[in-house]
T-cell receptor
Framework: KQEVTQIPAALSVPEGENLVLNCSFTDSAIYNLQWFRQDPGKGLTSLLLIQSSQREQTSGRLNASLDKSSGRSTLYIAASQPGDSATYLCAVSPTTSGTYKYIFGTGTRLKVLA | DTGVSQDPRHKITKRGQNVTFRCDPISEHNRLYWYRQTLGQGPEFLTYFQNEAQLEKSRLLSDRFSAERPKGSFSTLEIQRTEQGDSAMYLC????????????????FGQGTRLTVV
C-alpha cells in the first residue's frame, strides 16, 4: 500500500531564507508526483508536476526534484516571502492498473516571518 | 474557463439531513475526482469518474454517499443522513486525459465545500 510522508510537519523561517520541504513515498511505482499549495480553508493550487521520467521541474522560485528509486521528492523554495506561508502537500499517482487517484501526504505547514 | 468550480462553499446542516454538493470541472477535462479532507490531514480519495462512468470508489464512500456525473460534465456528491463525522472539506478535482490513457495527468482542484454537521 502506497504511503506518503512529509517532513517536517511544520516549519517557521525568517523572510529571505532558502528552504527545503521533503516528501517520501513507499512504493516507487508511480506515474508522477505533484506538489500543491493550500491556504487555510481553501482548495489546492497546483505548483509543479514531475513525471516519473523527469528528475526536476522549476517554476519561478520553486524547484522540485524527484528520485523515484529512493522514493523521495524535495520542494526547494528560494528567497522565501511571507506570502509563501501556506501548507504544502505532495501527492503521488500510482501505476496500479485502473486507478488514477492521487495519494497525498499530510503536508508541511510553512510560516515565513517578516 | 476559470477553473474547477464548487458549490456551495460552505454548508451547515443538522445531523440526519441530506446534503448535495456540485462540482463543475474545467471544460473538456474528462476525469473528475472527489476527495475529503479533515483538519490537519491530506486529502483522501473518495471516487473517480472517466466521463460519465464512475470507475473507482474508495472504501471511505459508505452507502450513505453517492456521486453522479450524468452527462460527463458537472458532478454531484450527495450525503444522506449526515453524521457529525462527515464534517470535512469536500474537494473536487479534474484532469485531462494524457497522450497515454493509462497515465494520470495534472490535477486541478476547486476551492472545496466545507461541511459542518451539528
Amino acid at each position: 500500500k502506497q504511503e506518503v510522508t512529509q517532513i517536517p510537519a511544520a516549519l517557521s523561517v525568517p523572510e529571505g531564507e532558502n528552504l527545503v520541504l521533503n516528501c517520501s513515498f513507499t512504493d516507487s511505482a508511480i506515474y508522477n508526483l505533484q506538489w500543491f499549495r493550500q491556504d487555510p480553508g481553501k482548495g489546492l493550487t497546483s505548483l509543479l508536476l514531475i513525471q516519473s521520467s523527469q528528475r526536476e521541474q522549476t517554476s519561478g522560485r520553486l524547484n522540485a526534484s524527484l528520485d523515484k528509486s529512493s522514493g523521495r521528492s524535495t520542494l526547494y523554495i528560494a528567497a522565501s516571502q511571507p506570502g509563501d506561508s501556506a501548507t504544502y502537500l505532495c501527492a503521488v499517482s500510482p501505476t496500479t492498473s485502473g486507478t488514477y487517484k492521487y495519494i497525498f501526504g499530510t503536508g508541511t505547514r510553512l510560516k515565513v516571518l517578516a | 474557463d476559470t477553473g474547477v468550480s464548487q458549490d456551495p462553499r460552505h454548508k451547515i446542516t443538522k445531523r440526519g439531513q441530506n446534503v448535495t454538493f456540485r462540482c463543475d470541472p474545467i471544460s473538456e477535462h474528462n476525469r473528475l475526482y472527489w476527495y475529503r479532507q479533515t483538519l490537519g490531514q491530506g486529502p483522501e480519495f473518495l471516487t473517480y469518474f472517466q466521463n460519465e462512468a464512475q470507475l473507482e470508489k474508495s472504501r471511505l464512500l459508505s452507502d450513505r454517499f453517492s456521486a453522479e456525473r450524468p452527462k460527463g460534465s458537472f458532478s454531484t456528491l450527495e450525503i444522506q443522513r449526515t453524521e457529525q463525522g462527515d464534517s470535512a472539506m469536500y474537494l473536487c478535482a479534474s484532469s485531462p486525459e494524457g497522450f497515454d490513457h493509462r497515465m494520470n495527468t495534472e490535477a486541478f482542484f476547486g476551492q472545496g465545500t466545507r461541511l459542518t454537521v451539528v
